[in-house]
């Protein structure tokens, strides 16, 4: 495979590190560049030519499907990689919406990422066969769109939070927004699944599958 360059997002150094390892030690020309966060991101995406992005989906602030709608207002045909810790389909799905071309779990990476990249950088679509299967599932299902799957990828993202017993603050600091937005996020959710208090969202939480027991 020719030469590409890669701008590898994710707010633990650590994480990026081992990946941008990966990465040119299996293709040492390959030019890995990398960005704590999706606001350095995009100002490289500005100044420099990149043949791939790969995204950690999960970053405080901007978060990497909100990066991906970003990115591709600057380059729209940029191709882009997400890798994430959830393996349910409705990450998949919400990541494939928002523009990417690839999806990934961080448990998987070692062993995927270099095929991935290949796939995704060359033109193609990358899934797993195991997150494949299970979003067939979810189409073929007899609730394809569960009341979740209205939520905005924000407020899916102030679900799981609250439904893993994290409080309004905390949740604040972690995504880096104001306590009044999460409120006013923890409030749709509430509304747009129709339940009345957090202890129901984290039974429904447990229920979709969004958070284990």
């Not at 928002?98 to 899934?127: F, H, N, P, W």
């Amino acid at each position: 495979m020719n030469p590409i360059n890669v701008l590898l997002v994710d707010d633990h150094a650590i994480v990026r590190e081992g990946l941008a390892r990966i990465l040119q030690s299996e293709e040492p020309t390959w030019r890995v560049t990398e960005a704590g966060d999706a606001h350095s991101a995009l100002e490289l995406l500005r100044h420099e030519t990149f043949h791939l992005i790969v995204v950690d989906v999960a970053m405080p602030g901007l978060n990497g499907l909100e990066l991906i709608q970003r990115a591709h207002a600057i380059h729209p045909l940029l191709p882009c990689l997400v890798l994430s810790m959830h393996d349910e389909e409705q990450y998949a799905m919400r990541a494939f919406r928002a523009g990417a071309r690839g999806y990934l779990t961080k448990d998987q990476a070692s062993a995927e990422l270099i095929r991935a990249v290949r796939k995704v950088a060359s033109g193609g679509t990358y899934v797993t066969e195991t997150l494949a299967e299970r979003m067939v599932h979810g189409f073929n299902g007899n609730d394809p769109h569960p009341a979740h799957s209205r939520l905005s990828d924000r407020e899916f993202e102030v679900l799981r939070h609250l439904a893993s017993g994290m409080r309004v603050t905390d949740i604040a600091d972690c995504l880096h927004i104001s306590v009044k937005t999460v409120s006013t996020h923890k409030r749709h959710v509430l509304e747009k699944l129709n339940v009345g208090s957090v202890v129901e969202l984290v039974r429904y939480g447990i229920d979709a599958g969004i958070i284990s027991r």
